[in-house]
C-alpha cells in the first residue's frame, strides 16, 4: 500500500517514517513539508541516510495519484484545509492533528482558537482509538488520531464507565508527559535549562485535550448518568525526560460492593483480545519506561476501600500509541491486517 506523510519534519512524522520502514504491506512514496520542500529527508534527519531517499516536496494534489493512504502529522488548522482533497480523490486519511476529532465545531473553534472543518467532512471522521472504535475505524475514509493524553486516559477509563461503575463527575486527570510531546520547534517552554532537573504545570484548565476527554467520556456514559455534560479536572505537566507519558486518574465509584479484584478482571477480560494494552495484576503498577519505544498502554489499578475513590496508572509512549505507533495500528485495521503488524517492538529498556 503506498503511503505520503504530510507534515515531514516534526517527531511524529518522523515516528511514522521509522515505522513504515519495515512495514511489510506499506511503501513510503512521499514526504511533504511545506517548510522543508525540496530538501532530502536526511538534511534534516541526518539519521535517516541510509532508510529513505525520498526528496520532500511541497503538497500538490496532482502528484499524490498512486497514493492509498496519507497521514497528516501537521500542526493543528493544516489538515482541516488538505484533507478535503485528498478525500475527494479517494485517498484514505489518517489525521494526528486534532482538527477532526471533536464533533462540535463550537468546541474546536473554541479551544484550539481556529476555524473548524466543514461538516460535510467533519461528520465522515471516526475517532481512532484502536481497541475502541475497531470496527467503525475499519470502513473510514478519515480517522481522527486521538491524542496523546486522551488515548491513555480513555483507554483506562472506557471499561470502568461501560460498566457504569464510576461517578463520571468525579474524574481528575493528573498527566505528565516528556518533552518531545510539545513538538519539535524552539521555544522557551522546552528550552534545556527550563526544563532539566525541573516539572512544570503548564495548560490549566484550557488544554485543547479537555474537550476530546470529555466528549468520549460522555459517548461511553450514555445510559448510566442522566446529566450527560461530564467535566473533567485535567492538569498536565512537563517532566525532564525525552519521551512518555503518564496518567494518573481519580475517581469516586458507584457501589461500595465492587471489589479491587472484581475490577481488574473486567479489564483484563475487556482488553483479553487487544494485545497492545497491558492490565497489570493488582498492586502493580507501570512506569514510563516500561512502554517507551513500544505500542503498549501499561494499565495499573488501586482501589482505596477507605475512600471509596478508584486510581488509574496508564503510562504510554507518546509518540507511538500516543502518535505515530497508534495511526500505524489504524493503517492495519482499515486494511484487515493483523493490529501487531510493523508494531512488534518490545519496549527499550533501560
Given at each position: 500500500m503506498k503511503a505520503a506523510i504530510i507534515g515531514g519534519t516534526g517527531y511524529g512524522a518522523v515516528e511514522l517514517i521509522r515505522l513504515l520502514d519495515k512495514h511489510p504491506f506499506a511503501e513510503l512514496v512521499s514526504v511533504i513539508s511545506h517548510s522543508q520542500g525540496g530538501k532530502g529527508i536526511e538534511e534534516v534527519y541526518p539519521h535517516l541516510s541510509d532508510i529513505s531517499k525520498i526528496q520532500m516536496d511541497v503538497f500538490d494534489i496532482q502528484k499524490l495519484n498512486e497514493?492509498?493512504?496519507?497521514?497528516?502529522?501537521?500542526?493543528?488548522?493544516?489538515?482541516?484545509?488538505?484533507?478535503?482533497?485528498?478525500?475527494?480523490?479517494?485517498?484514505?486519511?489518517?489525521?494526528?492533528?486534532?482538527d477532526f476529532r471533536l464533533n462540535n465545531p463550537a468546541n474546536y473553534e473554541k479551544w484550539y482558537k481556529n476555524s473548524a472543518v466543514s461538516s460535510l467532512y467533519l461528520d465522515k471522521a471516526i475517532y481512532g482509538l484502536s481497541e475502541i472504535y475497531g470496527e467503525e475505524i475499519r470502513d473510514s475514509k478519515i480517522i481522527a488520531n486521538p491524542g496523546c493524553y486522551p488515548t491513555a486516559t480513555l483507554l483506562a477509563l472506557i471499561p470502568i464507565i461501560r460498566k457504569g461503575w464510576l461517578d463520571v463527575n468525579t474524574i481528575i486527570i493528573d498527566g505528565k508527559s516528556g518533552v518531545s510531546g510539545a513538538g519539535r520547534s524552539i521555544s522557551l517552554q522546552t528550552h534545556y535549562s527550563e526544563i532539566n532537573e525541573n516539572v512544570k504545570a503548564y495548560k490549566l484548565g484550557k488544554h485543547q485535550h479537555i474537550p476530546e476527554i470529555e466528549q468520549n467520556i460522555q459517548k461511553e456514559s450514555k445510559g448510566f448518568i442522566e446529566e450527560l455534560d461530564p467535566k473533567v479536572t485535567f492538569t498536565t505537566h512537563l517532566v525532564p525526560m525525552t519521551r512518555g507519558i503518564m496518567c494518573t486518574i481519580y475517581g469516586q465509584l458507584n457501589d461500595d460492593s465492587i471489589s479491587a479484584d472484581k475490577v481488574v478482571e473486567e479489564y483484563q477480560s475487556f482488553y483479553q483480545d487487544?494485545?497492545?494494552?497491558r492490565v497489570r495484576p493488582y498492586g502493580t503498577w507501570p512506569s514510563t519506561k516500561e512502554v517507551a519505544g513500544s505500542n503498549y498502554c501499561d494499565i495499573g489499578i488501586h482501589l482505596d476501600s477507605r475512600t471509596g475513590r478508584i486510581t488509574f496508572i496508564s503510562v504510554i509512549d507518546n509518540l507511538m500509541k500516543g502518535a505515530a505507533g497508534q495511526a500505524i495500528q489504524n493503517l492495519n485495521i482499515i486494511n484487515g491486517w493483523d493490529v501487531r503488524t510493523g508494531l512488534l517492538d518490545i519496549p527499550v529498556y533501560p
Open positions: 497514493v492509498e493512504v496519507v497521514f497528516f502529522a501537521t500542526p493543528a488548522g493544516v489538515s482541516k484545509e488538505l484533507i478535503p482533497e485528498c478525500y475527494r480523490k479517494g485517498i484514505r486519511c489518517i489525521d494526528l492533528s486534532g487487544h494485545p497492545f494494552v
